[in-house]
């Protein structure tokens, strides 16, 4: 389905409200570790200012939780927006008070201005209708480029969608990529198509798995979801994470690979820990002989030499969660070899947001990725087969 694009409004010497993701991880001392989503947005800001717009930019940052919280306001973004666009970035106080709505009104063409953080609102998660009208009313356009928080129906991104009919509102580039990026590859993907499917539970990503049987080759599975499998198989699988109520779900989720003709490899091997911390003695077992009370916190080498094996002909990967607990180096192992797999292939290779690009950054293999995505709750439910609160108003309609 298609999009209402933001190629198709008259934007000339206008005044656009475009829905930002701004929200990028901090280090303690506030400096942004990762500003891909802040760069993403970039493509659409310039875009109206080439039109002569006057632009002004929301997004949330954090979980201020409906108050004025310092530490989560958007100036250090401004810094690192106004370098990227190489002009300066005006920085409201607030978000719908008098100096947001003074700044909005005189803002003059050419001219950016950022609002403050969108959740020191308490109505933006509520999707409060005032709020969304009142944001609505800074502007004549109205831009949905914030694909991280699409699949939420927040007031910045699904009630405000209500005060523009469609030739005043439309998808972002980023938006548009990420959407069509992901149904290209759910409803027209080159094969073989695999599926790397990892992460702590299988309750976070059993729907996306279901969804995706039909439509792969083969799936691949690793991180802490796995050891619901190997359980339901009847392997003694220690102290590792499981998800005793899910186990009837995992058998019909093997159940149905094998009547599809699907696939379905699980780890054979995994590095088991006396405690799940850094510095817990750890060795390599088979998935037979994980000794009681120790925990699977990586796949093992024997694992990521079949993953590779059976990777190797796929044409289109697809790579959502982690394969081991990547955020310590004793597990990082695992992940970081697919990742290393998966970036050297000549396939079209898709990465979730999330933590599974988090781990592909740490490696810096992200340049070397076809496509990675902003969003991983968004990417997520997308892969689930849901339509997005943010992107069902923006569709356009036959
Ligand atoms: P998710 O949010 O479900 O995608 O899971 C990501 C988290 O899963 C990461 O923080 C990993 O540390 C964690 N994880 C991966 N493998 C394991 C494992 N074997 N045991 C426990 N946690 C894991």
């Given at each position: 389905m298609k999009l209402l694009s933001i190629?198709?409004?008259?934007?000339?010497?206008k005044k656009v409200f475009i829905r930002c993701d701004f929200n990028v991880p901090m280090d303690d001392f506030g400096?942004?570790?990762?500003d891909r989503r802040i760069r993403s947005a970039v493509a659409s800001i310039n875009y109206c200012l080439d039109k002569d717009c006057a632009v002004i930019l929301a997004s949330h940052f954090g979980r201020p939780k409906g108050e004025v919280v310092e530490k989560y306001s958007l100036k250090p973004i401004a810094l690192r927006l106004q370098q990227l666009l190489k002009r300066h970035v005006e920085m409201a106080?607030?978000?719908?008070?008098e100096d947001a709505l003074k700044k909005a009104k005189e803002l003059p063409r050419h001219e950016v201005l950022l609002l403050e953080n969108?959740?020191?609102?308490?109505?933006e998660t509520q999707n409060d209708a005032k709020l969304s009208e009142t944001l609505a009313s800074m502007a004549e356009f109205y831009i949905n480029d914030a694909f991280g928080v699409s699949h939420r129906a927040h007031a910045s991104v699904e009630?405000?969608?209500?005060?523009?009919d469609t030739e005043h509102k439309a998808a972002g580039f980023l938006l548009e990529k990420e959407i069509n990026y992901f149904g290209k590859l759910i409803?027209?993907?080159?094969?073989?198509f695999a599926a790397i499917v990892g992460g702590s539970k299988v309750s976070g990503k059993l729907e996306a798995l279901t969804n995706l049987l039909p439509k792969v080759d083969k799936i691949f599975i690793g991180g802490g979801m796995a050891f619901t499998f190997l359980k339901q198989m009847?392997?003694?699988?220690?102290?590792?994470?499981?998800?005793d109520d899910l186990m009837n779900e995992a058998q019909h989720v093997m159940d149905e690979a094998k009547r599809l003709g699907v696939k379905f490899y699980l780890p054979v091997d995994v590095v088991a820990a006396?405690?799940?911390?850094?510095d817990a003695v750890s060795k390599t077992v088979t998935a037979q002989e994980i000794p009681d009370n120790w925990m699977g916190l990586d796949i093992g080498p024997a694992t990521v030499r079949l993953y590779r094996e059976g990777l190797n002909d796929v044409q289109t990967v697809l790579w959502n969660g982690p394969?081991?607990?990547?955020?310590?180096e004793k597990f990082a192992r695992g992940s970081f070899k697919i990742a290393h797999f998966v970036a050297d292939s000549y396939a079209t290779t898709v990465v979730g947001g999330g933590d599974t690009a988090d781990l592909v950054q740490r490696v810096g293999l992200n340049e070397e990725i076809s496509f990675i995505s902003t969003g991983g709750g968004a990417s997520l439910e997308l892969l689930e087969g849901k339509e997005l609160p943010g992107v069902a108003p923006l569709r356009v309609k036959v």
């Open positions: 190629k198709d409004l008259d934007l000339a010497n400096n942004i570790t990762d106080n607030d978000v719908v008070g969108l959740r020191f609102e308490a109505g009630g405000i969608t209500k005060f523009f409803n027209n993907p080159v094969r073989p009847g392997y003694n699988i220690g102290a590792s994470l499981v998800e006396e405690k799940f911390a850094e394969m081991g607990v990547y955020e310590m």
